[in-house]
Structure formats: structure tokens, C-alpha cells
């Protein structure tokens, strides 16, 4: 990921540049929606993370991985205590 919108903008030109021939649909279609995909870039960087995944399947999934992690975490810990 680039650490600045312009460095995304160069990216995605270039990334646009390479594939318009064999792929232009998707081309043509990030470069229609250039300026949604990067938005988050206009909020500072720690908000990225959760600016980038407005999928709301896609963002339970990763609050029930991280909840399952925090809880085998403790009873790894926990079976360790005695």
C-alpha cells in the first residue's frame, strides 16, 4: 500500500498503464472510481485501516478473528498458571 495519495495516484496510473490493453473493462473502471477508492487517504493514517474495509461481513469476520485470538490468548495463559 502507498504511504501517500500520491504515491497511490503514480500506482494505479501505472498499474492502469500496464493492464488497459489485456484487461480494459477493470482499467477503465478503476480509473472511473479513482478517486472512491482512495479516499481514505484524505483521513489521517490511523484511521486507514478501518476506512479501507466497508464491507460489513468482511469487518464482523475481523472483530470475530480478533476477539477468538484475544480468548486463546487468555486460556493459553491461563493453563499455564498453575
Known sequence: MAETKKDAVAA???????????YERAADCLTKDRDALLAFYDFPAEHWKHLRTTNPIESKQAQDRAIDDFNASRRSYAGTAS
Open 12 to 22: 494505479l496510473e501505472a498499474f492502469v498503464e500496464t493492464y488497459q490493453i489485456k
